[in-house]
């Protein structure tokens, strides 16, 4: 995949050994939670709620490995805003030489209510402001 302009690389990890799989290389398990905790993450703050849940990912695409030391980091960016869901792109490169090292082209997270059932959100754009921090999240800063 391109490096797309829209995308914000927000996220590092320095990789480190007890990330490693038996090859040596960075361990997939460890990338896809640190992809879906970044994300939910992302969703908390576009949508203003911490009640979000991972509903679907598309097909991943692994394009290169990392190693102990490398620092890598994950984009996201938000492309298309549903009723009760938000779908969002994912890559994760290498942050020294810009090489892909993950692509994810779809990741749906839908908004959950009190008692757990999907919920309208109300929003259709990206914001890069704070204000949609839910309240309970604002009160621990």
């Keep these: 995949m391109a490096e797309p302009e829209d995308i914000n690389f927000r996220t590092r ?9 038996a090859n040596g290389t960075l361990f997939g398990g460890s990338l896809l939670r640190w992809i879906d905790e970044e ?12 009640r979000v849940v ?5 097909e991943i695409n692994f394009l290169s490995s990392a190693e102990q030391g490398d620092i890598i980091e994950m984009g996201l960016v938000a492309t298309k805003f549903g009723r009760t869901s938000l779908t969002m792109r994912a890559e994760v490169r290498n942050l ?19 008692e757990g059932k ?10 890069y402001e704070r204000n949609r921090i839910p309240e309970r999240l604002r009160a621990l800063t």
Excluded: C
């Design 96 to 114: 020294l030489t810009r090489q892909s090292i993950l692509t994810i082209d779809t990741i749906v997270f839908v908004n959950l209510d009190a």
């Design 54 to 58: 991972t509903k679907y990912m598309s």
């Design 118 to 127: 999907p919920a309208p959100h109300g929003h259709t754009e990206i914001t």
């Design 13 to 21: 990890k320095w990789i480190r050994p007890e990330d490693l799989n």
């Design 39 to 50: 994300a939910a993450i992302y969703v908390t703050i576009q949508l203003g709620n911490e």
